[in-house]
């Protein structure tokens, strides 16, 4: 095939209108039965066979000759975001919105998808194209990549390896930015229940102030980052959340607290986690309240591996020239279920640049404004395709 960068521009207007269909009917996690359905149209259309699993969809192109297995994986799902974009083709589901940019990770796989169709003949082995569902859920109970992989997304055959992109906002349109060694934390959460003794605000002597506790279970947490983990080492500890009372002049009984704890490697998740719950008890013993610890373990960290990043990085170069391929060295804090997938295969993980100051495309991801350059659409289906070809006949 001529160059992949230009064959995907042609597909310019195709994608575009894949991702403004996309982005008109967001869908939150484990609910995307339109997003699915449109999934499927385009994939029966280029005749390439799947399945559905959950709301998730799982296609294959196998070129019939022997060789590796190589899966994209796109996240499909949309954030509870009320949009104010101001966008002809605005989320018509209120309250709802693709505020992380799913429905661009879904046009760039199909994009690649219609690539790789029309190159079939030049492919030694097979390429899966994973739809995940479910990839912002915080219900520790439910996650779409686990579902999916126990459905069978990574078997038959058994991929080789694994890549993805999201987008990077707002990095700018047309560079794709990779990392090698860790690209996310573990992304921990936890809850904290203090429970004290209730009294009016007058007499704060007749009871014991779980606000007052929770204030300083809070100051002391602090320390654990700076005093427990290595100056070397990256780690979070932050409470978001504090509820209690109802009025004015009443001391409550209890409090709530939650929060997130991030850290690059077990070691350290460890420290913060035996560290978290002796600060909790002790502290709260020492006003003489009571305290409960939950911690959840939730989407672990994740280390590109070398040679798959190294292999996108190459194709990036070959594609968009080595300017428009930055290299960055620190890893996010944030969080991917990606992860999931990069534990069965050794996984590339690259960032999509969609912003333009001089188009205003500015905004941050999950921001109500977020929107994108759609002039990224085909640089992210070009390189996830090139990057099949590289693997495949390498």
Not at 328 to 357: D, H, T
Not at 378 to 388: I, M, Q, R
């Amino acid at each position: 095939m001529a160059d992949m960068y230009t064959e995907a521009k042609k597909l310019s207007p195709y994608l575009v209108k894949i991702r403004r269909e996309l982005h008109q009917t967001p869908e939150l996690g484990f609910h995307e039965f339109k997003t699915s359905k449109i999934i499927q149209r385009e994939l029966k259309a280029l005749g390439i066979p799947y399945k559905v699993m959950a709301t998730g969809v799982v296609g294959i192109i196998k070129s019939g000759k022997p060789g590796k297995t190589i899966a994209i994986r796109a996240d499909i799902d949309a954030l509870p975001v009320t949009e104010e974009t101001g966008l002809p083709f605005a989320s018509k589901n209120k309250g709802i919105m693709h505020a992380c940019g799913h429905d661009t990770h879904i046009t760039c796989l199909l994009g690649a998808a219609k690539l790789l169709a029309k190159t079939k003949e030049s492919l030694n082995g097979n390429v899966k194209l994973i739809f995940q569902p479910a990839e912002e859920m915080s219900d520790p109970k439910r996650d779409g990549a686990k579902e999916i992989i126990k459905a069978g997304a990574m078997k038959n055959p058994k991929p080789d390896a694994v890549i993805a992109l999201h987008v990077a906002a707002p990095g700018e349109a047309g560079k794709i930015t990779v990392t090698h060694g860790p690209v996310f934390a573990n992304a921990d959460t936890f809850i904290i229940n203090v429970s004290g003794k209730g009294g009016h605000g007058a007499s704060p002597h007749s009871s014991i102030d779980p606000i007052v506790v929770s204030a300083a279970i809070i100051l002391n947490l602090q320390s654990i980052v700076s005093r427990n983990v290595s100056p070397l080492e990256s780690a979070v500890v932050t409470v978001t959340m504090i509820n209690a009372g109802e009025t004015s002049n009443v001391i409550p009984p209890f409090v709530k607290l939650e929060g997130t704890a991030r850290s690059l490697n077990g070691k350290v998740q460890k420290i913060i986690k035996t560290r978290m719950r002796q600060i909790i008890t002790r502290t709260a013993s020492s006003f003489g309240a009571k305290a409960g610890f939950i911690y959840h373990q939730g989407y672990p960290g994740f280390s590109n591996n070398e040679n798959m990043i190294s292999l996108m990085e190459k194709v990036g170069v070959r594609l968009l020239g080595k300017k428009n391929v930055v290299v960055v060295k620190n890893p996010s804090m944030g969080g991917e279920n990606f992860s999931y997938f990069a534990k069965l295969a050794p996984g590339g993980f690259i960032r999509l640049g969609v912003g333009n100051k001089k188009k205003g495309i500015v905004y941050a991801l999950h921001h109500p404004k977020f929107t994108i350059d759609e002039s990224s659409l085909p640089v992210g289906a070009a390189v996830l395709a090139e990057s099949c070809l590289e693997f495949l006949n390498s």
